[in-house]
């Protein structure tokens, strides 16, 4: 009898695990800094400084926005918006790029391998878009947003 509880619990056990992962995932994510690598070359850029770039990620889907922080009104002006679907199992993290303002990039899937601790988010994986010629490492570090 004792047997049959463990078949029972054990996948409660696992289900209650998996939801605890997505639910530390979902939320309001502001992007801090970034980490371009393409073959010997790395380039870090600030995104506190002049701009501002936002992840929102609820139970299905995902979405990005980015602006530059003086409404347009110099050269530094850009807005780009994406998202669409997403799966996440705890530390892999796909992305399928329903929605973009760079239209070359709709209909691609990107995988992240993902890490969280506290309030603090690092997104790792690879880009490509061969339309683009664009092949790179990106490393990503969010923060929590607070209401």
Request: glycine residues 8%; hydrophobic residues 35%.
């Given at each position: 009898?004792?047997?049959?509880?463990?078949?029972?619990?054990?996948?409660?056990?696992?289900?209650?695990?998996?939801?605890?992962?997505?639910?530390?995932?979902?939320?309001?994510?502001?992007?801090?800094?970034?980490?371009?690598?393409?073959?010997?070359?790395?380039?870090?850029?600030?995104?506190?400084?002049?701009?501002?770039?936002?992840?929102?990620?609820?139970?299905?889907?995902?979405?990005?926005?980015?602006?530059?922080?003086?409404?347009?009104?110099?050269?530094n002006a850009?807005?780009?918006?994406?998202?669409?679907?997403?799966?996440?199992?705890?530390?892999?993290?796909?992305?399928?790029?329903?929605?973009?303002t760079g239209?070359?990039?709709?209909?691609?899937?990107?995988?992240?391998?993902?890490?969280?601790?506290?309030?603090?988010?690092?997104?790792?994986?690879?880009?490509?878009?061969?339309?683009?010629?664009?092949?790179?490492?990106?490393?990503?570090?969010?923060?929590?947003?607070?209401?």
């Amino acid at each position: 009898m004792r047997f049959l509880w463990l078949i029972v619990l054990i996948p409660v056990v696992l289900s209650c695990s998996k939801n605890q992962e997505l639910n530390k995932i979902q939320g309001s994510w502001e992007l801090q800094t970034g980490k371009i690598i393409k073959r010997n070359d790395t380039v870090i850029t600030d995104y506190t400084e002049g701009q501002r770039l936002i992840k929102i990620i609820n139970e299905t889907h995902f979405s990005f926005l980015r602006h530059d922080l003086n409404k347009g009104k110099d050269t530094n002006a850009i807005f780009i918006a994406g998202g669409g679907a997403y799966r996440y199992d705890g530390k892999n993290y796909n992305e399928y790029l329903e929605f973009c303002t760079g239209r070359s990039w709709e209909g691609k899937e990107f995988s992240f391998q993902i890490s969280i601790v506290g309030d603090t988010l690092v997104q790792s994986g690879y880009e490509k878009n061969e339309e683009l010629g664009i092949d790179q490492k990106i490393i990503e570090t969010y923060i929590r947003t607070k209401n």
